[in-house]
């Protein structure tokens, strides 16, 4: 029979690493549809900040589960260059998570606006399911009528 601390210990371990999988395929799955739609030249485009956020979440994810094992299964030492180099990665990702949909919407604008599209209604942002929602259009025309399905 296992014993409930270390049943609890590999459930943790298995939710995080499940977190950052999904995570990590979902954000995955957005941006190559992202890049389709603007290498296909589609009319209208969506940049949603939230599956951008995703990339340092799973990031986030994979770190506590790297630092989780090497502390609490492995029984390591935490004094060792190993250790500090798991919270840097740590801290960082934590700090990745929170700063990258911001970075990520100023290039997807940028690299955009390169491509010809142009933001639609920039003094309203499109709150779908209460995640911030970017639309960017080639046509103004769609960008006024509010029909983004297209």
């Given amino acids: 029979m296992i014993n409930k601390d270390l049943a609890k210990?590999?459930?943790?371990?298995l939710f995080l690493g499940a977190c950052s999988t999904v995570s990590l395929y979902y954000f995955?799955?957005?941006f190559l549809a992202f890049l389709s739609a603007v290498e296909k030249e589609l009319p209208v485009v969506e940049y949603v900040t939230f599956d951008f956020f995703l990339v340092g979440i799973g990031l986030f994810c994979i770190s506590i589960l790297m630092l989780g094992t090497y502390e609490t299964i492995l029984k390591k030492p935490p004094n060792t260059l190993f250790h500090k180099t798991?919270?840097?990665?740590?801290?960082?990702?934590?700090?990745?998570a929170l700063v990258e949909p911001i970075?990520?919407?100023?290039?997807v604008d940028y690299f955009l606006s390169k491509k010809g599209y142009?933001?639609?209604?920039?003094?309203?942002?499109y709150l779908v399911g209460g995640?911030?929602?970017y639309y960017y259009?080639?046509?103004?025309?769609?960008?006024?009528s509010g029909q983004f399905d297209e």
Avoid: H, N
């Fill in 9 to 13: 210990k590999i459930t943790i371990a």
């Fill in 28 to 30: 995955e799955k957005y």
């Fill in 86 to 96: 798991l919270l840097y990665f740590l801290a960082g990702s934590f700090v990745f």
């Fill in 103 to 107: 970075i990520a919407r100023y290039s």
């Fill in 118 to 125: 142009s933001l639609c209604l920039d003094e309203k942002v």
């Fill in 131 to 133: 995640v911030p929602t």
């Fill in 137 to 144: 259009s080639k046509d103004q025309s769609l960008c006024e």
